[in-house]
């Protein structure tokens, strides 16, 4: 055998063993560090509650409730493989759905021991592309602890992103193990790759945007495997008919919003640059981070091209050219962390997009090529350069991690960094005014935002305005406006008409600008509340509720809080909100009253987790509400 080919000695193998494991062990120690303080006292926050707290298939797991979870989205999302992860930790953490401090660390617990495993991953990943085994543990240090993979890892709902990269990341690895010219048994390469296929499965039901996995197959056989592009897409070809098919099925089960309006295809360029280069400046300056950056379409195409950020993945690309031994890598980590991105970028119409194209869970996926890029060009660096700055930055990065992870532990906190931070953001004035009480503070908040940030057709968290609009109101006692009834009473029957001709989004609007001019009108809050049930969203109940305190002895608003409150987990009181609208019934003689109140008690005296197919109570014809 050639010396060049013998195996290292027993002792330097020993040497390099020890190297790896002090490397993942540091990797272990930095994620714990990072993200510890959500695992003391923490509340569950925003999607949290519909996800876990009132999820109904989650107040005692079954197999007919996983089964659910495979046969029909819940609250829009099509994810089998993340709700049937909830089952079992709802399980482990104890039935019903995990709302204790104790049972909420487990859910909190699972996110982080899931970015342990991605980045360990990342680290076999990084080294099998050819970078050293230093390198690569400051490029999977950047992966684990940057402040950008916060929300992704702090937030509980976030564990699609996690688990979903888990496996695309295991994927890879499998792929490349199967693939890569070492010599390996024919069993054990079939076997790899059959498992790649798989995990790549399991990764798209478990977040769609797992897609990515397949170009980022692609890209590393290619370029860091060497493997020539025609061989690669023979390898890959099954990948991409499992990820055809997979898809498709996902999107028959969970279809856009109703109300999401497509941007024009000439902006979507613009739009998508914009996010990449937002990505980018985060990824570079890590300030400032939120949960909702308020950048809809139209507010980046308004801003564009002032703000600059379409200019940065250009830039980057030409600062890229001046690195002439590793240009071809390092191009190829900027187009991993730009496809990474692309699905959820404005590119493609995606649900979020009418709150913000832009997210800090979106980019998780992405440092993929941020990590390999940091490795490729910190390889051929001298080992006391590493050794003095890579504690430096992450110790930088881990105490920045550490301080956002605090955030994460209250709903208040998280909302009022947010409005600080960026004051068009409907999330962050949510979650502050649904738990704090009303104070001179907060309603001057509501007011200016409200004043400054008026209806935008891109942005569905409009609607979440007007609802917070009507509590402002309500809490001062005085609208301070003058309300127009015909003006009220012709949008409300405008959007009557869109209901019945099925055009949902035309509907919604009327609804919410008849809400603009009189937040008082509780036939348009129920109606409103009615089209967003039917789309899955978690508001509907908020639009029953105010719908309800106007109208308190309407039973068609009595019907619809009994529905959802039934079919969200709350059985006793939907049925006392069924059995008083069945009660009120007399004079209306609606059947489907009476109807949902015996799908409920026949529900009910079955297993749990068993949900009926409620129908709700649209109002059609407006009640002059100022007479009552």
């Not at 990072?34 to 949290?48: C, E, N, Q, R």
């Not at 109904?56 to 197999?63: C, E, F, Q």
């Not at 981070?289 to 950048?295: C, G, I, K, P, W």
């Not at 002439?324 to 979020?352: E, T």
Request: charged share 10%; net charge positive.
């Amino acid at each position: 055998m050639s010396p060049a080919f013998e195996s290292p000695p027993v002792s330097q193998r020993t040497f390099r063993s020890w190297q790896r494991s002090a490397a993942a062990l540091l990797l272990v120690i930095a994620v714990l560090l990072a993200y510890a303080p959500v695992l003391g006292k923490s509340d569950l926050v925003l999607d949290d509650h519909y996800n876990i707290a009132t999820n109904p298939y989650l107040a005692n797991v079954s197999g007919e409730s996983i089964a659910h979870f495979w046969t029909a989205p819940y609250i829009r999302l099509y994810i089998p493989v993340t709700y049937t992860a909830w089952s079992l930790l709802a399980k482990l953490a104890g039935d019903p759905p995990p709302t204790s401090p104790q049972e909420i660390r487990v859910l909190h617990g699972a996110n982080i021991l899931l970015q342990v495993a991605n980045t360990l991953l990342v680290l076999a990943l990084l080294q099998c592309c050819g970078v050293s085994l230093w390198a690569a543990f400051f490029g999977a240090l950047i992966f684990a602890v940057h402040p950008l993979q916060t929300e992704a890892v702090s937030w509980i709902t976030e564990l699609k992103t996690v688990l979903s990269a888990f496996f695309s990341f295991a994927t890879m690895l499998f792929f490349v193990l199967a693939t890569r010219s070492a010599a390996q048994r024919p069993r054990v390469r079939i076997a790899l790759y059959l498992g790649s296929l798989l995990l790549l499965v399991l990764g798209i039901f478990s977040k769609p945007l797992a897609v990515c996995t397949l170009p980022f197959l692609f890209i590393i056989s290619c370029v860091f495997q060497g493997i020539p592009p025609l061989r690669s897409i023979r390898l890959l070809t099954p990948h991409a008919v499992l990820c055809l098919a997979v898809i498709f099925i996902t999107m028959q089960a969970q279809p856009l919003p109703f109300f999401l309006e497509p941007l024009p295809f000439a902006l979507r360029l613009p739009v998508a640059l914009d996010a990449v280069g937002f990505y980018l400046s985060k990824l570079f300056v890590p300030v400032h981070l939120a949960m909702d950056y308020a950048r809809t379409p139209s507010a980046v195409w308004n801003g564009f091209p002032a703000n600059g950020f379409w200019a940065l993945p250009l830039l980057t690309g030409a600062l890229l050219f001046f690195f002439k031994n590793k240009r071809r890598q390092l191009l190829a980590c900027l187009a991993l962390f730009m496809l990474g991105i692309l699905p959820v970028s404005g590119m493609l119409p995606f649900g979020y997009q009418v709150i913000s194209t832009v997210a800090d869970r979106y980019a998780y996926f992405a440092m993929f090529g941020a990590a390999l890029a940091l490795g490729i060009v910190c390889s051929s660096w001298p080992w006391k350069i590493l050794a003095t700055l890579v504690p430096v930055i992450g110790v930088l990065l881990i105490s920045l991690t550490f301080q956002q992870s605090e955030l994460w532990k209250k709903e208040q906190s998280l909302g009022w960094h947010s409005t600080t931070s960026y004051p068009a953001g409907i999330y962050g004035l949510s979650a502050i005014t649904n738990n704090i009480p009303a104070s001179p503070h907060s309603l001057e908040l509501l007011r200016t935002h409200l004043a400054a940030y008026p209806l935008d057709p891109y942005n569905t968290g409009s609607y979440a305005r007007h609802l917070l609009q009507w509590k402002s109101s309500r809490q001062q006692k005085a609208h301070g406006q003058k309300v127009a009834p015909q003006e009220v009473q012709k949008l409300f029957e405008q959007g009557v008409g869109r209901m019945r001709s099925n055009d949902r989004r035309d509907a919604w609007m009327h609804f919410m600008q008849a809400i603009l001019l009189d937040p008082d009108d509780a036939a348009s809050w129920n109606n409103l509340g009615i089209l967003l049930a039917e789309a899955g969203y978690g508001m509907s109940e908020q639009c029953f509720k105010w719908a309800l305190f106007l109208m308190p002895d309407n039973p068609y608003v009595l019907n619809n809080m009994g529905m959802v409150s039934f079919t969200r987990g709350n059985q006793a009181l939907g049925l006392r909100y069924l059995e008083r609208a069945v009660r009120l019934n007399d004079t209306q003689k609606n059947p489907v009253i009476t109807a949902n109140l015996a799908a409920a008690r026949q529900a009910a005296g079955q297993a749990a987790g068993h949900v009926p197919s409620l129908v709700g109570t649209p109002i059609l014809h407006h009640p002059d509400l100022r007479e009552q």
